[in-house]
């Protein structure tokens, strides 16, 4: 099993940055697959951006060229760089980890951009 604990959620200006962390109760050297998911108000819950172990990453068409996430082994911790904010990227922003097939989820980190 593994706790996943996000921050670094808040209220920003829109063309602003944030970042969030997602710090893991283990190593997540193992691990499969460290993601960021977000929910904005009535709509589903979306895949923001993936990092699989051994390199590769994803991201949701709408974040490309904004977001980048990172995962830092020697930390236990994930990272969402997220610049040019919008809007739109309004949402409580969940950590996710996918571990020998079985999802694991933070309890979320709210982020609010301003237009």
């Known amino acids: 099993q593994v706790q996943l604990v996000e921050s670094g959620g808040g209220l920003v200006q829109s063309g602003g940055s944030l970042r969030l962390s997602c710090a893991a109760s283990r190593s997540i050297l193992s691990i499969y697959a460290m993601g960021w998911y977000r929910q904005a108000p009535g709509k589903q819950r979306e895949l923001v951006a993936r990092?699989?172990?051994?390199?590769?990453?994803n991201y949701v068409d709408s974040v490309k060229g904004r977001f980048t996430i990172s995962r830092d082994n020697a930390k236990n911790t994930v990272y969402l760089q997220m610049n040019s904010l919008k809007p739109e990227d309004t949402a409580v922003y969940y950590c996710?980890?996918?571990?020998?097939?079985?999802?694991?989820w933070g309890k979320g980190t709210l982020v609010t951009v301003s237009s």
């Open positions: 996710n980890a996918i571990d020998l097939g079985v999802d694991y």
């Open positions: 990092a699989i172990r051994g390199g590769s990453t």
